[in-house]
Structures are given as structure tokens and as C-alpha cells.
Nanobody, 128 residues
């Protein structure tokens, strides 16, 4: 099992940047697929980005269309940490952001039910 703890959320003005971090416990972090999801009030949880392990030291990244070109997902296996760099933030990016992890097959569907482990979430608020 893995435990996930997010940090880095906050209040920013539109156009600014934030970097979210997701610290993970466990000794096999490098084999986990890692993802970021978000949930705005009154909306369903939605996929933001994923960095999927494809074997050896190779990873594949995927993004929701709404964040492509603005957000970057990355990971540092030596630190057991995944990151979400968010640039050019917009008010519609306001949500609670959740870190997720899974083993086994990578998920390319963006379906939250495919992910096994979740953090507690961190609030991101973008003011106009």
C-alpha cells in the first residue's frame, strides 16, 4: 500500500503559478502510476494529469485538454514525490486537487474509479 499527502495549494491571482507536491510512503514508488485529479464544488472529480510507468525508467504523461500546455506533471523517485506545476492559472482551475496512485495497468481513461490510492486533497483557489 501507499499513503499520499498533497501540499502546495493556496490562493493565487489569475495568470500566476503554483506547484503542488504529492509525497508518498513505501519503497516501490517508482512502479506506481501517479495522477492528479480535481473536484470543484458541485462537480464530479475530473482527471487532470497522469505520469504512467511503462517499464524500466520510462514514463508516459497524459493531460486533460483543459490543462494541456499550462500544467506539467513530473516525479522524483528518489524523493518519493510527484509534482504538478500549474502555470497561467485561470479561475476555472479553482478546485480541490487530489493526488492518486495505482499499480498494474496504466490508466489512460481518466476514470477516477481506476485509481486505488488517494491523498486528502489540497485547495487551489484562483481569483480573477
Amino acid at each position: 500500500q501507499v499513503q499520499l499527502v498533497e501540499s502546495g495549494g493556496g490562493l493565487v491571482q489569475a495568470g500566476n503559478s503554483l506547484r503542488l507536491s504529492c509525497g508518498a510512503s513505501g519503497r516501490t514508488f517508482s512502479a506506481y502510476h501517479m495522477g492528479w485529479f480535481r473536484q470543484a464544488p458541485g462537480k464530479e472529480r475530473e482527471f487532470v494529469a497522469a505520469i504512467n510507468w511503462t517499464g524500466a525508467n520510462t514514463y508516459y504523461t497524459a493531460y486533460a485538454d483543459s490543462v494541456k500546455g499550462r500544467f506539467t506533471i513530473s516525479r522524483d523517485n528518489a524523493k518519493n514525490t510527484a509534482y504538478l506545476q500549474m502555470n497561467s492559472l485561470k479561475p476555472e482551475d479553482t478546485a480541490v486537487y487530489y493526488c492518486a496512485a495505482k499499480l498494474g495497468r496504466p490508466d489512460y481513461s481518466g476514470d477516477p474509479s481506476m485509481w486505488n490510492y488517494w491523498g486528502q486533497g489540497t485547495q487551489v483557489t484562483v481569483s480573477s
